[in-house]
Antibody, heavy 121, light 110 residues
Framework: QVQLVQSGAEVKKPGASVKVSCKTS????????ISWVRQAPGQGLEWMAW????????HYAQRFQGRVTMTIDTSTTTAYMELRNLTSDDTAVYYC??????????????WGRGTTVTVSS | QSALTQPPSASGSPGQSVTISCSGT?????????VSWYQQHPGKAPKLMVY???KRPSGVPDRFSGSKSGYTASLTVSGLQAEDEADYYC??????????FGGGTKLTVL
């Protein structure tokens, strides 16, 4: 079955970086984009960005541009999201999800279980 | 861009129907027929319930239906069941390969 398995929880200090992985299986990796969505404690969902394993194209929400880098490893069908210069406002659960490009980026049909990132001094 | 606007809470008794609204602008909901709805139970990942305004993924009960009028999209849950109690989020395409989420609505089954 289609699965997205994310890396474990992270605790980081302000100013540091975090890299979250999303290992996919059960489908053709290049046929769907991987989107990243985060959820701060007690808050709603926030779309961050997506990357296409097929073309390498990326698109970012404006507020994350310059601070987020997404990469893919096609040999292991794994996507990565690195967030730099962390502040306490980045404390959240980070989800990867399978989706499409353009208008279809709103259709996230399979989600990982989430990775908790805590930023604390 | 600002998040889409949802009421913070909604409620209904078992068997009743409840509708959750999601308001946007001409640059998102009003400009595209790409609105999705997600259900999220506490501590769990979101689940796609409706996409492209009114389509349901395989396995989602037909008690869940979506619609759109102008700049507002709606999710209606008919025949409320206890397991429908969850947070619901709308999402819309906003052009230039970007997406927006609503702030979420907590649905309580009384």
């Amino acid at each position: 079955q289609v699965q997205l398995v994310q890396s474990g929880a992270e605790v980081k200090k302000p100013g540091a970086s975090v890299k979250v992985s999303c290992k996919t299986s059960g489908y053709t990796f290049s046929s769907y984009v991987i989107s990243w969505v985060r959820q701060a404690p007690g808050q709603g969902l926030e779309w961050m960005a997506w990357i296409s394993p097929y073309s390498g194209a990326t698109h970012y929400a404006q507020r994350f541009q310059g601070r987020v880098t997404m990469t893919i490893d096609t040999s292991t069908t794994t996507a990565y999201m690195e967030l730099r210069n962390l502040t306490s406002d980045d404390t959240a659960v980070y989800y990867c999800a399978r989706g499409g490009t353009g208008e279809y980026s709103t259709i996230l049909d399979v989600w990982g279980r989430g990775t908790t990132v805590t930023v604390s001094s | 861009q600002s998040a889409l606007t949802q009421p913070p809470s909604a409620s209904g008794s078992p068997g009743q129907s409840v509708t959750i609204s999601c308001s946007g602008t001409s640059r998102d909901i009003g400009g595209y027929n790409y609105v999705s709805w997600y259900q999220q139970h506490p501590g769990k990942a979101p689940k796609l319930m409706v996409y492209e305004v009114s389509k349901r993924p395989s396995g989602v009960p037909d008690r869940f239906s979506g619609s759109k009028s102008g700049y507002t999209a709606s999710l209606t849950v008919s025949g409320l069941q206890a397991e429908d109690e969850a947070d619901y989020y709308c999402s819309s395409y906003a052009g230039s390969n970007k997406s927006l989420f609503g702030g979420g609505t907590k649905l309580t089954v009384l």
